[in-house]
């Protein structure tokens, strides 16, 4: 998990010149930081939520709303974002965890919905689905975020910042609960875990992650519409996951790359590209399940063993 | 309905659009009672029921214009969907029992996305309008008011289907594996009793009630490719207020929120959706497990 995280660094430092267009790597990094924040939730305390564009559209509403309605600045607006985001962790959060398992995915799904429609219907404040337009282009420290690479650098700073935080979190006492609570969740209460708040604390984090990127997405597009609360978007969070490994460090990361450059590729050349997303999708769950990340962890553990046994001649061919 | 400042409604209003809650309460129950089966037995969420429902309504309009007789369509079109959900679960969902509990889920979230698709290249963006076959249209009289053939017979039809179902439940030998295995499918399988071709069974049995609700549907709205995407969350609403695994808490389940959805159009049309989410949040908040306490 160590050297995930800094291979990722100088790797992200030099991913606009490898992607077709700047444009897309900060996509990269927005989709990412949100599939991180949904990957410590599902990959890391085990809890699928089907809900998880709420956050990313409340992180960018609240973000959009204020910076074009109110004329906040920067900062306030991306901390009323995350703000926003945070307490609807809280609520949505609280709810949803009343119930465990697939009906909790069912829940945060109903939740997500429930936003939509309220985006959709108060068309005077949100722009309905015109979206909300008038975020200005914003210099903080005299950068002009509306070059493509300062946005990306911009956004950047705050991805490195966030998955070292992740990182931290994991480390913890707390992150050492998520995972007792995804082994085995009653294990954990025998343990004396209060799981519950263990789940709620999970879903907040990850919630706060997801309204950062909303937060970036309002930002960066200058902006915000409905699509972000739109089921397909709850969706698109989970493919990341799964494509890139769940439960792996730099998962979020490498799916993110996957899904956008595909949908780069394949929206020009194939006009029906989520079928292939859906193809991806079922062939990662039957026959990939570990992602592509997964899969490479578990090729450099069985290499490891492997050399570890050819080692020590006692122990006949590892597997 | 608006005059000056007072929304009047009748009772005459009130009652007709009680009846249209019990029509779309008959293809919610329908729909629920599908999910609640397959998931009650086998803890698999069926995300892609909505596309069984929106193919159901493809395949009955497209068999209408082959054969042109709208019975046997009714009749035929569930089967051949049913036929292709046993092929999925024997195919895709079985290799999955006893992983990770959500990855039916995520795999039929992906089949989701490949139906919508294949019905678009195949049928277009837009959708195909339908007509209500001979016999169903215009009105009949109830004694107490004149109410549309169309949606007294998607009632009549939901309350016969249903009430089939309850009996193959609960009355026959097939149904009496299917109750024992929501309860304990370990302990039905040490009994020597094939479950996994139950199984396969009821998740076609599910996908079938699926699609004919999609049929029963598709002469009144006609049929569009993402039909099934908001009917298969309003479904979910619907279990989980009954009880997920519960038949019973499906059935009423499904006509409250079909009142619900009716009512509130009357008033805030805007509103019906939303209105369901609250019910279901009120639910969740009083109650332990849904209205049939099960699950």
Redesign the interface.
Known sequence: MDWQFWISVPILIFLPFITPYHAIATNILIVGLFATGFNILLGFTGQLSFGHASFYGLGAYGTGLLIARLNAPLWAGMLGGVFAATIGGVVIGYLSLRRSDVYFSLLTLAFSQVLYFLAFQFRSITGGDDGLRGIPVFTPFGIDLGQMLNMYYFSFVFFIAMTYMARIILRSPLGKAMRAVKENEDRAIACGFNTQRVKLISFIISGIYGGLAGALFAINLRYVTVDLLHWAMNGEVIFVCIVGGVGTFFGPIVGSVAFLLLHDYLQVAFTRWEMVVGMILIFFILFFNQGIVGGIENWVASYREKRAARAGSSQGGGN | MLHGEVIHISADLLLLQAFIGLSLGAIYAMMASGLSLI?GLM?V?NFAHGSFYMLGAYTIVYLISLIGNFWICLIVAPIIIGGIGILIEVT?IR??YG?????P???T??????F???I??LFGLGGIGSSIPQGLTGMVNLGFMMFPKYRFFMIVAGAIVLFLVWLFINKTSIGMVVRAGTKDNDMVQMLGINIRLVWTLVFGLGIALAALSGALIAPITGTIPEMG?FIV?EA??V??IGG?GSFAGSIVAGILVGEVIAITNLFYP?AG??AI?IL??II??TTKAGLSGEG
């Open positions: 998931f803890r969420v895709g290799p999955l992983t990770e509990e959500f990855n889920l995520l795999l979230l992906g089949l989701n996305y490949v919508v698709d294949i678009r290249i995407m969350i979910f609403v279990v989980v997920m805007q959706t939303v989410f279901m949040a969740l908040l």
